[in-house]
């Protein structure tokens, strides 16, 4: 018994040894320094949709990204859910969502990336949670039943752009044109965010 404890204190010992010289000699470790954050939150008065969640820059020596963490709550009256408007100079790394409809639940089905590169649009990625991602013609037919979930966005600049200012909007309903034609509104309520760098 003695022996053995022995040997599991030796093992252990040398597995503690050799963690803490890779840890204090290992060049190539990587740590992401948090440098500004900005918390939003957005309720959407005619559906009760709420959007919230917290941006944050990093730098790792030259390199920067900025994060996005979501939650969001959408209730059966929105039929578009929230949405992320990222501009020309950003590139879109990663993007997950855990929002799933209380009806519908195939989580992969909840969110949807557009992207241009016309340099005329405001916004280069349009990211669309909720109804919106997965088809709104058939939310709008069918009453979606609204539901929660997470969101993740990853984004890194390309070259010479520093701050970053991003779109976010939840919330729909339907505009009635001057000539009296009806199309339907999606973000009706939005706020721009800056995370910034420097």
Request: aromatic fraction near 12%; hydrophobic fraction near 40%; charged fraction near 20%.
């Amino acid at each position: 018994m003695q022996k053995e404890f022995f040997f599991a204190f030796g093992i252990s010992l040398v597995l503690v040894l050799a963690g803490f010289y890779y840890t204090t000699h290992d060049s190539k470790r990587s740590f992401w320094q948090t440098v500004d954050t900005a918390e939003f939150y957005l309720k959407d008065n005619s559906t009760d949709s709420i959007f919230t969640g917290t941006v944050f820059a990093q730098t790792n020596g030259a390199l920067k990204r900025v994060i996005l963490v979501g939650w969001v709550n959408i209730t059966k009256l929105d039929f578009a859910g929230a949405l992320v408007g990222v501009p020309h100079g950003w590139r879109l790394t990663s993007a997950g969502t855990s929002y799933k409809d209380r009806n519908i639940t195939s989580i992969s089905d909840w969110m949807n990336i557009l992207v241009t590169e016309d340099p005329q649009s405001p916004v280069r990625y349009r990211v669309f949670i909720g109804p919106a991602g997965h088809d709104i013609s058939f939310c709008i037919e069918h009453s979606c039943a609204g539901g929660m979930g997470t969101i993740f966005l990853e984004l890194v600049p390309e070259e010479g752009f520093k701050n970053l200012t991003l779109t976010l909007g939840v919330g729909s309903g339907f505009k009635v044109l001057d000539e009296g034609r009806k199309v339907l509104a999606v973000a009706t309520t939005s706020k721009n965010i800056t995370i910034r760098f420097s």
